[in-house]
Nanobody, 123 residues
């Protein structure tokens, strides 16, 4: 079993940067791809980006390419989401999710989820 805890959300202004963290526990985490999803009020939860279990491969949604970066530190069992040039449309609850040997965009493929952290970007 993998447990995930997100942190780092908050209220920022458009153009600002923010770093979210996803701290994990569980023996199988080193075999897990980790993704970030987000859900805005009244909208479906959408894929943002993901990183492979080794950290060597990443997968980005077009909407965040060039602005968001994902990285992981397996020694600390932590995955980071660096968000630059934030826009009001980035406002959402952000969730990290983990799945063994998977790093795609299908949320149903991720059995492990954190509780989410809220990001609000004011214009």
């Amino acid at each position: 079993q993998v447990q995930l805890v997100e942190s780092g959300g908050g209220l920022v202004q458009a153009g600002d940067s923010l770093r979210l963290s996803c701290a994990a526990s569980g023996r199988t985490f080193s075999r897990c791809g980790v993704a970030w999803f987000r859900q805005a009020p009244g909208k479906e939860r959408e894929f943002v980006l993901a990183i492979s279990w080794s950290g060597s491969t990443t997968n980005y949604a077009d909407s965040v390419k060039g602005r968001f970066t994902i990285s992981r530190d397996n020694a600390k069992n932590t995955v980071y989401l660096r968000m630059n040039s934030l826009k009001p449309e980035d406002t959402a609850d952000y969730y990290c999710a983990a799945a063994e040997f998977y790093m795609g965009s299908i949320k149903e493929r991720y059995p492990h989820w954190g509780q989410g952290t809220q990001v609000t970007v004011s214009s």
